[in-house]
């Protein structure tokens, strides 16, 4: 793995109409790794996804991605580089097959067939329900198959990087456990992960790197680890301790 920043945000500042959410985000992703952004409801972090992927245009600073400038680009284009988002409402079509939500995820893909064989089959090692339920209306799932088949869409292709909003949200312990495992198994890959998540065991288990956020700012930048053995600093930076979600 490397330590290189696949992704690197610096001074970024988003307004949304007349309210100022981002105050000067800075911070890296580096390539290989997983970044666990973390912080009280409210702090900015699904703002700071909705930047990166240009849902949301940065009013000031800079967002580059492998190298290349990506702060004015559209959404699609974003996407086309490499980028795959999973938003927290998950953003499946509930009306649509589990195979047709897959199949309009896999770029250039007409049918199913044309979804490469070896990824599909991995996916199915991942998350066993997408293949259970592969000819199921999306909206029929429960609420972690849902969030099954939202990851499962992210990687239905090859990604440089993959944001991933408050994945283990609502869901039963269970299927955190399952959730945490794909997820391993997707850093065993070799994925590049931005996450944001309110688990903090699951945060602790998953993060390399952490960046903390609080009133649009980062307040907090470092390793995981570190985070996860420092109760005073859980306390001041998050108002709870990590030790209390074993």
């Known amino acids: 793995m490397s330590d290189r920043p696949l992704l690197a945000l610096t001074g970024v500042h988003t307004h949304i109409g007349a309210y100022h959410i981002l105050h000067g ?42 190298g290349e400038d990506i702060t004015k680009r559209a959404t699609p284009g974003i996407a086309q580089a490499g980028i795959a988002y999973v938003p927290e409402n998950m953003g499946i079509f509930a009306d649509l097959t589990v195979r047709e939500n897959m199949v309009l995820a896999a770029r250039g893909a007409r049918d199913a067939d044309a979804i490469d064989a070896e990824r599909l089959r991995w996916i199915f090692e991942l998350f066993p329900a997408m293949k259970t339920f592969w000819n199921h209306p999306a909206g029929l799932l429960s609420g ?46 070799g994925a590049t ?28 930048r470092g390793a995981m680890a570190e985070l996860a053995e420092d109760e005073a600093l859980q306390a001041r930076l998050l108002g709870l301790s990590l030790g209390a979600h074993q």
């Open 25 to 66: 985000v800075d911070f890296d992703v580096p390539a290989g790794r997983t970044t666990m952004l973390l912080g009280r409801n409210g702090a900015g972090k699904t703002t700071t996804l909705r930047t990166i992927m240009g849902l949301w245009t940065a009013s000031a600073g800079q967002v580059r991605f492998d």
């Open 193 to 220: 992960i931005l996450l944001v998540e309110q688990n903090f065991a699951f945060a602790r288990a998953l993060g390399d790197s952490v960046a903390v956020m609080d009133d649009g700012r980062i307040v907090h």
């Open 144 to 189: 972690g198959q849902k969030q099954m088949l939202a990851v499962s869409r992210a990687i239905v292709e090859p990604r440089k990087l993959i944001l991933v909003d408050e994945p283990t949200k609502g869901l039963a312990p269970s299927i955190v456990r399952n959730m945490l495992s794909a997820f391993r198994q997707l850093k065993a890959a």
